[in-house]
């Protein structure tokens, strides 16, 4: 549109009035092209507007999403931290009764032990025990008719017999 403009204003150098219409019809011919671009250029500028708005938007609403995230992770990190010293103070106890049952599981097997050698003093005690038992009756029955070494015996049965109840009676 431009270049027909130039042309027929580079042709009607005089002003007569018919050309002066024509000249007015070119330049607004013109002027409505140069609108054209004009409008043309404001829809553009417009819709440029409207997807800087809409990513203005989108900004905001993504700077609040990473907010969100960040109080998030700031929180995540906090109670990681609180984990942490749990979990801490869980392992030093854990440790702590891993030694006492160690602990107990030793002396657990030394009170075996000393019960298997209480039993067994037990065992022999009780032998000899059976033992002594077996010289009283025999020393109460003896087989000898000697009267004086049948009383001796008796009183020495009846010492051991009071021995084994746990008391001493001296004989009369």
Known sequence: MRSEFEKLFKSQRSYRSSDKEAFIRGCEAAFKHQQSKVDELQ??????????????????????????????????????????????????VAERENKRA??????????????????????????????????????????????????ALSIVAYELEQALKGGCDEAK
């Open 43 to 92: 829809k553009g500028n417009d819709a440029l507007v409207h997807v800087i708005k809409s990513r203005d938007i989108q900004l905001e609403n993504e700077k609040h999403e990473y907010d969100e995230l960040m109080n998030k992770l700031v929180d995540s990190r906090m109670k990681n931290a609180e984990l942490q010293k749990q979990n801490a103070w869980l392992s030093g």
């Open 102 to 151: 160690n602990k107990l599981q030793e002396e657990e097997v030394s009170t075996t032990s000393l019960l298997g050698k209480t039993i067994q003093e037990k065992n022999e005690l009780q032998k000899r025990v059976d033992a002594v038992k077996q010289l009283i009756e025999e020393y109460r029955d003896p087989p000898t008719e000697d009267k004086t070494f049948c009383h």
